[in-house]
């Protein structure tokens, strides 16, 4: 009796010291069958747009406690800062994550090969290409030797350390970036860069069913057969983003807005001008907090539209113009920090917008100097007849209208006089000179 209650409690402690050991001895945890996959596509430039629209992928992911989320990526490349908020997200995110290089004809270029990399499960299709991450300007020039130099060595620790980190081929990861080398999908497979190659994400649901991955939680073991598929779809605020947050259409959109809001200063009471102004200036600083701003840029902007104003009070004979033009170049130039606008784009957009401000301020300096041709003002110094004799009050005939008209000196029917002053609705005269008339 004695032993089988002996028999029991150690057969109760083995159970216990079981349960106990086998998270330490990393047992994995099955996902639960039946669930979801959320693919989220992300297709074009990566930008600060497509960043949070990622983000916020990964986030409904988790809300709604999916087995797998999957990156549908085809990309030219992008921003750094808008790639490393991607792999941050991507990284810690509590939900597996699958990136999947799709479809054929699709690439992982640059700031895709990060992304990539940083996934719990790399995947491409036959078909695709993966690398060409040298670093460089949004408009794609190389950056200068110096500052190089401190961004490649920065890019190649960075990428090769979370593809090492996933067990992938960090070597190859580090080339892509130092020498722009580019791989199919095939030849990354065989150098360990991604994990398998898949025609669709059917698929690759298939092959990666029973895979074992690591998460911030401890492992799992995924569990993708006969799983349901939802799409994340991109919000209007998403596609507003995506599209605003490019810096080039930035650049526009404020150019836009601050020749719409001058024209409407300039000439009160136009209205369109400065509704379409007001419109495109908010878009644009809605833009613009998405993006590395130099505000110093967006000041010497500034500066250039007062120099414009300036040049309307002020007879500089075109030096002001000239510095508003100088002004608005530099402001364009260093509007960004680690990303240009292109030059194709800027200089047109530079000759245009800066013409427009010189032709309106050129108007507005010639209507400023002209004398009024309407109101009282613009009766003073005209020239008239006589109608009815003056003496010392008559009648006139000036700027095509009879007025009430006084003199100092008698004046005759016929005689020619020039207008010198007004009192309320009577006209001060005196006879005009005959070269005037």
Known sequence: MVKRHASAFICFVAVILTGWCCPVFGTSKTAPAGNEVMIIELEGAISPGTAMYVVRGLAEAKKQGVSLAVVRLDTPGGLGSSMRTIVKAVLNSPVPVAVWVGPKGAGAASAGVMVTVAAHIAAMAPGTNIGAAHPVTAGGKDIDKTMSEKVVNDMASYARGIAEQKGRNGKWVEEAIRKSVSITAEEALKKNVIDLVANDVDELLRLIDGRE????????????????KTYYRPGFRDKVLKTISDPNIAYILMMIGLAGLYFEFSHPGAIFPGVIGAISLILAFFSFQTLPVNYAGILLILLAIIFFIAEVKVTSYGILSIGGLISMTIGSIMLFEDVGVSLKLMMPTIVLVGGFFVVVAGLAYRAFRTKPK??????????????????????????????RARSRE????????EVEGIEGLILKVKKAPSQDF
């Open 213 to 228: 991955i690591s998460l911030p939680v401890g492992k799992i073991k995924l569990n993708t057969k006969n799983i349901k």
């Open 374 to 403: 309407g109101g009282s003002d613009g009766l003073l110094g005209e020239v008239g007849l006589v109608k009815e004799r003056i003496d010392p009050e008559g009648l006139i005939f000036v700027h095509g209208e009879y007025w």
């Open 410 to 417: 008698k004046l005759e029917p016929g005689d020619r006089i």
